[in-house]
């Protein structure tokens, strides 16, 4: 029997990612057979081509279904299915898991994770009953193990699916170890991140650094302990997705304090560590962290000397708490015998926080470089996102000078207009802000020729005006004298957020029967502009390369409309002569002939009072005797 072990995790810390690394194999004892009625797969789409987002334009997208070898691990009351693979996904990827099950009659079904939730069934095309779980944009959140519960009228199945998102490395904490004099660094990832240890004052990658045999204990956890004394303690986790680092929060009386007070915020139940560091020349001196100038617990304070080659001695003091509470909140100074004391500000919340700085939300670019740009603050650190018509983005953060606020910038827009979000989320919010990006457009102007109308139609950001000018010789480009007269403008359409139509129409005068006329549309962009030459003599229509296209649509319009005017010209002559000949028919049958039932009038008896005999009507003027 072999169980694995989760990774990141170790005891006492609430780890909630480290669940669903349970990747293997609790009953393997168990299996006595292999019969298939459950089957497991996963559905992810899959980006077509290369998997960075290099462009923005709608993407090829195919849907891939993907067999997650589910067997039947232990039979019994219960018969418990574990899938062989792991569902691995990037976050904010949108998948699917789906169930098949041949099992008759099912009961009841249930998901299981973290709360249950009632599952739908249909069925395929084989009749065997179907389940689905889809996720939109899976967040760091939704990993773990996937249990779904169904209980039927032959028996009960549970069946194990572990849900397992790839990501870079979360931000790396520090712990003190218990009972030793080293400290902990940790880290949860997937793919399993190996954690490095840099003393330099930033934590570059050309910086040396010591990766920690590891101990054995967990994975993705390593200590550091000879190396307390450095002024700077980096620790840097990194896998295949990117890198993380943290620097070891510090008071060091040697280096002139800050301007603000320097702040460590954590969070209830975080552990809390803090180093005071001083170097002097002379070994007798003394050091002590307070907090609220008051002297702090023995049981969560420890120190340290190093004696340097020229007498010189460096000496360290840690607070620490496995699990910090609101009340570890306030100052906490490090006072020396030798240096200025010194102090940093501790903030323990209750609930974490995004905070983000307000900030123009439109904006209307040319063809000049653009970046979109969040300011925020926030803890714990948030993983974020950008999106464009439901494409995500990455989202690079990068700290201000002073550690204090993250700056997430979106350069990749590609110049397309449309709405652009912002999305960060950590343990305790989420938060989107929406941006909307206008890029100017340079018109784009369509000319139609139609019996005496030129019309121009131009698309463009923002809306055009028109200019329409007489152009001197047929075919020169010398058009500069404006047409004032016979212009409609009409007011321009919005088509899509970064797109006007613009029309105007020029009424063409009969005046002369060949000459060229343009049309310019403008804009803040550009301008644009259409050219035409006119060959009124041309069957009353125009010649242009442009227009042959609508001279033919006209010319066929035309002669579909006489084809309708001579069908219609047609029928009713017809009409009139079918209604004669029933005329006849009634006047000359009578009703004792069978075929046509027809009325015939003089059969009727003649209301004196109002009517008269059909042959008495005359039309004519009306006289007055
Ligand atoms: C049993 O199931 C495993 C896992 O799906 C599969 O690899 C194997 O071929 C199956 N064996 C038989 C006899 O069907
Ligand atoms: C299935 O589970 C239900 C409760 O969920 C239980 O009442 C029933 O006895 C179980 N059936 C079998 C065959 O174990
Ligand atoms: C003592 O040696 C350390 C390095 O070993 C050096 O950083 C420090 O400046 C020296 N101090 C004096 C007073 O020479
Ligand atoms: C904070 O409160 C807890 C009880 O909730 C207490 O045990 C602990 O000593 C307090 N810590 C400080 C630094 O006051
Ligand atoms: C968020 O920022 C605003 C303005 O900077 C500030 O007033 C507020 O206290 C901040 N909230 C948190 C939780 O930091
Ligand atoms: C973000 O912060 C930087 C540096 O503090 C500043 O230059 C920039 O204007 C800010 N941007 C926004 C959108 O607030
Ligand atoms: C007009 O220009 C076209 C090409 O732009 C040319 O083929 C044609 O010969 C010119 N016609 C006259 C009358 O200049
Ligand atoms: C266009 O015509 C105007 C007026 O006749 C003239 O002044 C100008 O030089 C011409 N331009 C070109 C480029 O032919
Ligand atoms: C284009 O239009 C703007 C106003 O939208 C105007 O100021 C400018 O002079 C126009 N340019 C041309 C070439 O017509
Ligand atoms: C205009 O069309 C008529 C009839 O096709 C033709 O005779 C005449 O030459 C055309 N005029 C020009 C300037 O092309």
Known sequence: MTVSRPHGCSAGIPLQLAVFVVTAVAFTSAVTQNTSEITCGFISQKD???GAPETSVSPKVSNILEDLGCYLSFQGTENIYQATKNVEVNIFEDIELRITMSISNIISCFWFFKKSKACKLSFDSENRYITSLAFSQIKEGQAGKYTLLVTSETGNYTVVVPVLIRKKPAKPYFRKREKSDSIECISESYPQASVEWIFCKTPEKSCPYKRHEETGEIDGIQMVQHELFQTYIWCCAVNVLGRECTSLFTIDLNERQAAPLPELLLKVGEPLLIRCRAVHHNYKFRI????????VDQSRYSEGLEYQANFSAIRIQHVFAPAAERNDSGHYTCSSTAHLNQAALITVLEKGFINVTDSKEDFEIGEEEFCFEVNFTAYPPVRCMWLFSKKTFPCVQSYSVDGRSISSKFCNHQHQSGIYIFYAENDDTVVTKKFTLYVRRKPEVRMQLLFKQISCVAEGYPASSWVWR???ELNSSNCSEEITEGIQNFLPERRSLGSWISSSVLHVKETATTYSVECCANNSAGSACEKSFINL???????SPLDNAAFYVSVGFFLLLMAFVFAFIFLKYKKQFKYESQWQMIRMIGP???????????EFEYDIKWEFPRENLEFGEQSIR
């Open 470 to 472: 007489n152009c001197l």
């Open 288 to 295: 002590q962290l307070s907090f609220e100038n008051r002297e």
């Open 537 to 543: 003599s041309v069957a009353g229509a125009v010649s």
């Open 592 to 602: 004792s002939d069978n075929e046509y039932i027809y009325i015939d009038f003089r």
């Open 48 to 50: 077509e081509g290369s």
